[in-house]
């Protein structure tokens, strides 16, 4: 190997190197602080609400005028809702998981408001909230048909019955299994005192972005008024078509209502992560971008410097050099400035890794990043390289005795 | 050692068909100081060129130390060149951003020679032509005839079967180019053989023989005055 050579000569003439150096470096830092971002928002997107989103829509019913009775048609329209074919349940609730829209409440296990508070998200359900839901209760039993209580307006909450998501669970009791916490009382919206009957597997909060989406509960009551919103799961296979079908009947089931805001719990979700899938659409087109602009640069480099030295190659050829040498020198030569490239790149992506944790309280980066950044940033500068170096393997020895 | 036979470089490009070597037939024996000369265009380079196995040959053949080169692969023919020809260039072709030891260190590092072995032929090298010194210097640093010295060196560094000189002189003043020529001169009576192409009839006078070639043919094979003792060699002509 030539790197002896390849190097002093690259110092005597470093100004196209230095340029790439930095050039990769840079790419580098940004590439691989951007694929961590981006997949850090992918986990984001990624985890499960806890619900059947592919089978799952929701709508809200409005009434308005004086013959609207919101309790008789809320029992009406749950009704229907459960008898219409490929409808597997129904429940009215107050928020929809993941929908960015919804309420909390402050959450301590002792009724002083110097004790510490963890805020959930509630859901005001009735007892087919866990079938529509389709939630997975690992531990106690679900609301009776007895539990709910139908309110009108601001009446008082009666019910005492709490199903808490298991990481709301685990926070209020870390040591404990979720048959640990059954029984135990928990005070909410101040001093109300309310007692665990159940603990589900997973319910995420309405607002994705929050810290403690996976604190959640659901509480065994309903406000009816003029409005409600009733959340629906379907059969695999039949929302599309019980979406059209559903919100016709209702509309058809009552001339005092409108019938808005119908959508599924998909749509729900891509909207709600927008933000988020724009951000990786963008940070993905800097960095294919990036990559490109980079291996455009080797490109160059490699073209302008072979061509530069064009008689020195045939120089080479003529002087014994192998086809395979003459790839090999500038693969290697290649190789030499990804790597310094690589390693000053690695040097700033920690340094600014580091940055962005400390400043936007992102999670560390996994050390792998790192390394997997550099393999994959010097694999690019040899395939970019490749084409040239071929190029100037093909070059033929007569050329260095010509006047050129 | 150099056997040329009816040996035909044909150039073709759409519309023309130049025959620059056109039954070209030479021998040229271990030891022997050879010039090519003739005019412009009269296929001078490509008779080099064809010798040095930079190009192949159309038709005829060349054996080189008993080999049929126009059998060899470009792989074969790179190795062949590498361990039997040393080059000498008329713009000396030295590699600007390479100092002197790691110019003569090209061709040994091609025969995949160890590192100990290819320093101390390097320095002798560098001693042979008076610029051990300077081994640390880049080309540009040199003169003319000292750069062209180090080309002398780095065809030699290899003990190659014979040098091929295209117009070493070419690019040198009259002093340099005679300090030059006494080199070669000196390389050749310790035993190498030189094959040296140039349009300089002075020069040419001061090899053994001098072949000159008109139309891509040899026209005269003569021995020169200076060497009256030289024996006459045999040509295909």
């Given at each position: 190997?030539?790197?002896?050579?390849?190097?002093?000569?690259?110092?005597?003439?470093?100004?196209?190197?230095?340029?790439?150096?930095?050039?990769?470096?840079f790419?580098?830092?940004?590439?691989i602080?951007?694929?961590?971002?981006?997949?850090?928002r992918s986990?984001?997107?990624?985890?499960?609400?806890?619900?059947?989103?592919?089978?799952?829509f929701?709508?809200?019913?409005v009434?308005?005028g004086?013959?609207?009775?919101g309790?008789?048609t809320?029992?009406?329209?749950?009704?229907?809702?459960?008898?219409?074919?490929?409808?597997?349940?129904?429940?009215?609730?107050?928020?929809i998981?993941?929908?960015?829209?919804?309420?909390?409440t402050?959450?301590?296990?002792v009724?002083?408001?110097?004790?510490?508070?963890?805020?959930?998200?509630?859901?005001?359900?009735?007892?087919?909230?866990?079938?529509?839901?389709?939630?997975?209760?690992?531990?106690?039993?679900?609301f009776?048909?007895?539990?709910v209580?139908?309110?009108?307006?601001?009446?008082?909450?009666?019910?005492?019955?709490?199903i808490?998501?298991?990481?709301?669970?685990?926070?209020l009791?870390?040591?404990r299994e979720?048959?640990?916490?059954?029984?135990?009382?928990?005070?909410?919206?101040?001093?109300?005192?309310?007692?665990i009957?159940?603990?589900?597997?997973?319910?995420?909060?309405?607002?994705?972005?929050?810290?403690?989406?996976?604190?959640?509960?659901?509480?065994?009551n309903?406000?009816?008024?003029?409005?409600?919103t009733?959340?629906?799961r379907?059969?695999?296979?039949?929302?599309?078509?019980l979406?059209?079908?559903?919100?016709?009947?209702?509309?058809?089931?009552n001339?005092?209502?409108?019938?808005?805001?119908l959508?599924?719990l998909?749509?729900?979700?891509?909207?709600?992560?927008r933000i988020?899938?724009?951000?990786?659409?963008i940070?993905?087109?800097?960095?294919?971008?990036?990559?490109?602009?980079?291996?455009?640069?080797?490109v160059g480099?490699a073209?302008?410097?072979?061509?530069?030295?064009?008689?020195?190659?045939?120089?080479?050829?003529?002087?014994?050099?192998?086809?395979l040498e003459?790839?090999?020198?500038?693969?290697?030569?290649?190789?030499?400035?990804?790597?310094?490239g690589?390693?000053?790149?690695?040097?700033?992506?920690?340094?600014?890794?580091?940055?962005?944790?400390?400043?936007?309280?992102?999670?560390?980066?996994?050390?792998?990043?790192?390394?997997?950044?550099?393999?994959?940033l010097?694999?690019?500068?040899?395939?970019?390289?490749?084409?040239?170096?071929?190029?100037?393997?093909?070059?033929?020895?007569?050329?260095?005795t010509r006047s050129i | 050692?150099?056997?040329?036979?009816?040996?035909?470089?044909?150039?073709?490009?759409?519309?023309?068909?130049?025959?620059?070597?056109?039954?070209?037939?030479?021998?040229?024996?271990?030891?022997?100081?050879?010039?090519?000369?003739?005019p412009?265009?009269?296929?001078?380079?490509?008779?080099?060129?064809i010798?040095?196995?930079l190009e192949?040959?159309?038709?005829?053949?060349?054996?080189?130390?008993?080999?049929?080169?126009?059998?060899?692969?470009d792989?074969?023919r790179?190795?062949?060149?590498?361990q039997?020809?040393?080059?000498?260039?008329?713009?000396?072709?030295?590699?600007?951003?390479?100092?002197?030891?790691?110019?003569?260190?090209?061709?040994?590092?091609?025969?995949?020679?160890?590192?100990?072995?290819?320093?101390?032929?390097?320095?002798?090298?560098?001693?042979?032509?008076?610029?051990?010194?300077?081994?640390?210097?880049?080309?540009?640093?040199?003169?003319?005839?000292?750069?062209?010295?180090?080309?002398?060196?780095?065809?030699?560094?290899?003990?190659?079967?014979?040098?091929?000189?295209?117009?070493?002189?070419?690019?040198?003043?009259?002093?340099t180019?005679?300090?030059?020529?006494?080199l070669?001169q000196?390389?050749?009576?310790?035993?190498?053989t030189?094959?040296?192409?140039?349009?300089?009839?002075?020069?040419?006078?001061?090899?053994?023989?001098?072949?000159?070639?008109?139309?891509?043919?040899?026209?005269?094979?003569?021995?020169?005055?200076?060497?009256?003792?030289?024996?006459?060699?045999?040509?295909?002509?």
């Amino acid at each position: 190997m030539e790197i002896g050579p390849i190097l002093r000569a690259m110092i005597r003439n470093k100004l196209g190197a230095v340029l790439i150096t930095l050039q990769i470096a840079f790419t580098m830092t940004v590439v691989i602080n951007a694929i961590f971002i981006i997949n850090e928002r992918s986990n984001l997107m990624a985890r499960p609400s806890g619900l059947d989103e592919a089978n799952t829509f929701y709508l809200s019913s409005v009434g308005y005028g004086d013959e609207f009775n919101g309790v008789v048609t809320v029992r009406d329209d749950l009704e229907r809702l459960r008898q219409t074919p490929g409808v597997v349940d129904a429940t009215v609730t107050n928020a929809i998981p993941v929908s960015g829209s919804g309420s909390n409440t402050g959450v301590r296990l002792v009724d002083d408001e110097a004790a510490a508070t963890s805020f959930a998200a509630y859901y005001r359900v009735d007892e087919h909230a866990i079938e529509t839901m389709d939630l997975d209760l690992v531990a106690g039993r679900n609301f009776a048909a007895e539990d709910v209580q139908w309110r009108a307006g601001s009446e008082a909450i009666t019910t005492r019955e709490l199903i808490i998501s298991q990481q709301l669970a685990n926070n209020l009791f870390p040591d404990r299994e979720p048959n640990g916490v059954l029984g135990e009382t928990m005070f909410i919206n101040g001093s109300e005192a309310h007692q665990i009957i159940g603990v589900v597997e997973q319910l995420q909060g309405p607002w994705p972005s929050n810290s403690s989406v996976e604190l959640s509960m659901l509480q065994p009551n309903s406000s009816v008024g003029s409005s409600a919103t009733y959340l629906i799961r379907t059969e695999p296979g039949q929302r599309d078509r019980l979406m059209a079908e559903v919100e016709e009947m209702l509309v058809a089931s009552n001339s005092n209502r409108i019938i808005r805001d119908l959508m599924s719990l998909e749509q729900t979700r891509e909207g709600s992560y927008r933000i988020d899938s724009a951000m990786s659409t963008i940070l993905w087109a800097i960095i294919i971008t990036l990559i490109f602009i980079t291996s455009m640069g080797i490109v160059g480099m490699a073209v302008f410097g072979i061509n530069r030295r064009r008689k020195q190659i045939g120089t080479r050829r003529a002087l014994g050099a192998t086809r395979l040498e003459i790839l090999r020198h500038f693969m290697v030569e290649n190789l030499m400035v990804s790597t310094i490239g690589v390693t000053l790149g690695a040097i700033l992506t920690i340094a600014f890794s580091i940055v962005l944790t400390s400043s936007f309280n992102m999670p560390t980066m996994a050390w792998y990043y790192t390394p997997l950044g550099m393999i994959a940033l010097i694999l690019i500068g040899q395939v970019a390289v490749l084409g040239p170096s071929s190029g100037a393997a093909r070059t033929e020895p007569a050329i260095a005795t010509r006047s050129i | 050692m150099l056997q040329m036979k009816d040996v035909c470089k044909v150039f073709r490009t759409e519309l023309v068909e130049t025959h620059a070597l056109n039954e070209f037939s030479l021998t040229i024996d271990e030891g022997e100081f050879v010039t090519i000369t003739g005019p412009s265009g009269c296929g001078k380079t490509t008779f080099l060129n064809i010798a040095g196995l930079l190009e192949t040959l159309s038709t005829g053949q060349y054996l080189l130390d008993d080999i049929d080169v126009s059998t060899l692969s470009d792989y074969q023919r790179a190795k062949l060149r590498n361990q039997k020809i040393g080059f000498i260039f008329q713009s000396f072709n030295l590699m600007p951003d390479l100092n002197l030891f790691d110019n003569i260190d090209v061709p040994l590092r091609y025969r995949g020679m160890k590192a100990a072995e290819r320093k101390e032929r390097i320095d002798e090298a560098l001693e042979s032509v008076g610029l051990f010194a300077r081994k640390k210097h880049v080309p540009s640093q040199l003169s003319g005839g000292q750069q062209q010295r180090v080309a002398i060196a780095r065809a030699l560094v290899g003990n190659p079967l014979f040098l091929l000189a295209d117009e070493p002189t070419g690019n040198l003043d009259s002093n340099t180019a005679h300090g030059v020529m006494d080199l070669l001169q000196k390389i050749n009576d310790d035993g190498t053989t030189i094959i040296m192409v140039t349009h300089d009839q002075d020069l040419a006078s001061q090899s053994k023989r001098n072949v000159h070639i008109l139309d891509g043919r040899i026209s005269s094979s003569d021995l020169t005055t200076v060497n009256e003792n030289a024996e006459p060699r045999a040509v295909f002509a």
